[in-house]
């Protein structure tokens, strides 16, 4: 490889999370409708000339970067380049550097880590322009990795690795809001599962939606099933979600993944952006704005 490359690792955010079962290995059949946002992390690949083939020199950077560094050599980007490697044995590396530009909050619910590592996925796969299935190499990676790799809104099924296309979504905005409170996943799905809460049925459906208000109406028939267990780790979350419900034009409001980040729908990208503003200047929280359904896009930086 010669060029340099850049990719986005876009949040991903479920719009609604039935848990419809658990397998005998603890971890638990989902049924997940996931879109893309706006906010993104950035990752930056250029070659390491000097370097022995193999070698991939990772650095991070951005504005939650710092929580990060102390565990870099355990980084989901650099398993993702060691999967990568493992999985074309006998080919030649060239070697890169990887500079991880952490714009997403840390185990937040919308997927950070998963992006950063199906983003790796793609961008090493052309800077060693290996023609291999990355899809069970994202699996291999975590529940989250695969729908990642395409960052199209999908419909997840299994543990998250059955991926089905979504209806077709809607013109709209979507608003994030993060307090600042990590809340790990495994610790949710395990509070879940104490609470007792029964497993609930996948959600019906239509192909798509002309507009916000009928996709409201149908998510309104759903849930996110990790939500009381998060509020009980995080009760700051119900508090996010009075607040993004309160503001004008918020058709909306549901916590992602296993939180804490909830999102708000609006019909009115100003409105959304609005909103935005007000809540990180009122509160000091995370806040982002941006369409839904985005889908990646790479390209070579100069
Ligand atoms: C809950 C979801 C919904 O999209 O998103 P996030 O909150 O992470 O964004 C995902 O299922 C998270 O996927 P991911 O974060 O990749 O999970 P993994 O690393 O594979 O698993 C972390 C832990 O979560 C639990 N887990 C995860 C996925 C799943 N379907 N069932 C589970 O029980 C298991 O305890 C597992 O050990
Ligand atoms: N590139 C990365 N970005 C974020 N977290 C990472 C990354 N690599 C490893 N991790 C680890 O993965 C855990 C889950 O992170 P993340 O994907 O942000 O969570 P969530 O899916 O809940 O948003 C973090 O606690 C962190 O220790």
């Known amino acids: 490889m010669t060029a340099a490359l850049q990719d986005l690792a876009r949040a991903k955010i479920n719009l609604y999370l039935h848990v419809t079962g658990r397998r005998a290995d603890g ?115 975590g529940a989250d990795v695969p729908v990642c790799l395409s960052q199209a809104p999908a419909r997840m099924g299994g543990i998250g690795e059955i991926l089905t296309p979504a209806p077709v979504l809607p013109p709209c905005a979507m608003l994030l809001v993060n307090c600042g409170a990590a809340v790990p996943t495994p610790a949710v799905f395990r509070a879940r599962a104490a609470s007792g809460a029964p497993f609930r049925a996948e959600a019906a459906l239509p192909d798509g939606w002309t507009d916000l208000v009928s996709m409201v109406a149908d998510l309104e028939q759903t849930m996110n099933d990790l939500e009381p267990a998060a509020i009980a780790l995080c009760p700051a979350i119900a508090n996010v979600l009075e607040a993004i419900a309160a503001e004008p034009g918020c058709a909306f409001a549901r916590m992602s993944g296993s939180g804490a980040t909830c999102f708000g729908l609006f019909a009115d990208a100003t409105q959304a952006g609005q909103a935005a503003q007000r809540l990180n200047d009122a509160h000091g929280w995370w806040t982002s704005a941006g369409a839904i359904g985005h889908s990646s896009a790479s390209h070579g930086a100069a």
């Open 27 to 141: 971890y638990h059949t989902l049924d997940s409708l996931a879109v893309f946002a706006a906010a993104a992390d950035t990752l930056m690949l250029a070659p390491s000339p000097g370097d022995a083939d193999g070698q991939v020199r990772f650095s991070i950077s951005g504005q939650f970067g710092a929580g990060l560094v102390a565990d870099a050599d355990d980084n989901l980007v650099v398993r993702a380049a060691r999967a990568l490697q493992a999985a074309a044995p006998g080919r030649r590396f060239a070697p890169v550097s990887i500079d991880l530009r952490k714009m997403l909050p840390v185990a937040s619910g919308i997927g950070g880590g998963s992006a950063d590592a199906a983003c790796a996925l793609r961008l090493l796969a052309r800077a060693w322009d290996l023609d291999v299935d990355l899809a069970p190499i994202a699996a291999s990676l």
